[in-house]
């Protein structure tokens, strides 16, 4: 997978995010998170845009330490060829958040100089 760097040193990624195994997929651009051990984290816009099945709250806990309950949703999503299910958390961000959940097995390579990424 190839991404790009942006103007403000985000690694950003187009994933295509479907809401049932056989839909269409939607390109949505995320940002690498390396701080979040998660799958996704999309907006509740982004969430209601791509009507994604609710599915359970979950406990977090912040990078400040503070306990926090959040919802999650279900998605589908093609990753190296295999489509899977996945656990979108949503939050009041403005970008999608990609986690380690995803890049786990995975190299990541982002090169600033180049403004380029690469996932294998």
């Known amino acids: 997978m190839i991404g790009t ?3 403000q040193n985000r ?3 187009e994933i295509g995010v479907r ?3 056989n839909a269409a ?3 949505v651009v995320t940002c690498i998170d390396t701080a979040f051990d998660g799958h996704l984290v999309f907006s509740r ?3 209601q845009r791509l009507e994604l099945e609710s ?3 979950t406990e977090a806990i912040l990078a400040d330490g503070q306990k926090v309950v ?3 949703f279900l998605c589908y ?3 190296f060829s295999k489509i899977q299910p996945l656990q979108v958390i949503a939050n009041d961000g403005r970008i999608p958040l990609l986690g380690t959940g995803l890049l786990s097995g995975r190299i990541l390579h982002i090169d600033y100089g180049q403004r380029a990424l690469t996932l294998l």
């Open 5 to 7: 760097v942006d103007d």
């Open 11 to 13: 690694a950003l990624l």
């Open 45 to 47: 816009e982004l969430i």
């Open 55 to 57: 599915l359970v709250q």
């Open 19 to 21: 809401k049932t195994p």
């Open 25 to 27: 997929p939607e390109n």
């Open 77 to 79: 999503l093609e990753w």
């Open 70 to 72: 959040l919802e999650t």
